[in-house]
């Protein structure tokens, strides 16, 4: 338990952070679940609409350090590669 000033405010930061980056990570992940499913479905042309979203949702989660770049790279290389 926190028992100075400084750490319990380090601790409500700390949460409100998380819900950020659980938040963020929740989109990116259903973001991809979505185009995978569209394309696995045989809608390749609804899951072209929705690269730009999905690779919004990549970048930041990649700027805000939850996956990093080069994973970030790879998956919008993925989903490029099986919506063609």
Do not use: F
Not at 15 to 20: A, D, F, L, Y
Not at 29 to 42: D, I, R, W
Not at 65 to 74: C, E, H, L, Q
Request: positive net charge; without cysteine; hydrophobic residues 35%.
């Amino acid at each position: 338990m926190a028992i100075t000033k400084g750490a319990k405010k380090a601790i409500r930061v700390s949460e409100r952070k998380h819900v950020i980056n659980v938040r963020r990570s929740r989109a990116l992940k259903s973001t991809v679940k979505t185009v995978e499913k569209l394309v696995s479905a045989g809608k390749k042309d609804e899951a072209k609409k929705l690269i730009p979203e999905t690779y919004k949702a990549i970048d930041k989660a990649a700027k805000r350090g939850i996956i990093k770049k080069n994973t970030a790279s790879r998956k919008k290389a993925r989903i490029s590669r099986i919506t063609k």
